[in-house]
């Protein structure tokens, strides 16, 4: 069975002196891989055929059979790396904390401890901002809020 370990290695050497990188890789039973992919600038269908064409060259369908997945991680996904929280600053968050409540706010700094969210309210005319300081150990997850306006 093709590990996950494996997979990572692989992606991770042709990907590597380029923007993009590995979010999460997935083997369940019967060699079923997903790869999640993410990028300081874009990922495009292309960056992920050209990932699934090198792994299809490293590991011979004839000697082992997978199914195979690759894909970007999408706005609907929560962050789950340092580095999608740094290049998401400046956008418009929900967190749900451990302690079960959500907390939205404008992502504005995030380091290996934790993250900042800022949000401005208005409750009766009266306007508040609040920047609170979350460490990851108090994140269940964070999700980019999509908006239309």
Partial sequence: MITAEEI????????????KFVVEIKVKPGNHITVLLDSDTHITIDDCA???RHIESVYN?????YDLVVSSAGIDQPYRLLRQYVKNI?????????DKTRFTGKLV???????????????????????????????????EIISFK
């Fill in 8 to 19: 990572r290695s692989t992606v991770e050497q042709k990907l590597e002196n380029t923007d």
């Fill in 90 to 98: 400046g956008r418009e968050v929900e967190v749900s904390l451990t």
């Fill in 50 to 52: 050209l990932i699934t």
């Fill in 109 to 143: 700094a995030a380091d290996s401890t934790g993250i900042k969210v800022y949000r401005k309210t208005k409750v009766k005319k009266v306007e508040t901002e609040e920047t609170r300081e979350i460490p990851f150990s108090d994140i269940k997850q964070t999700k």
């Fill in 61 to 65: 369908r004839e000697e082992e059979d």
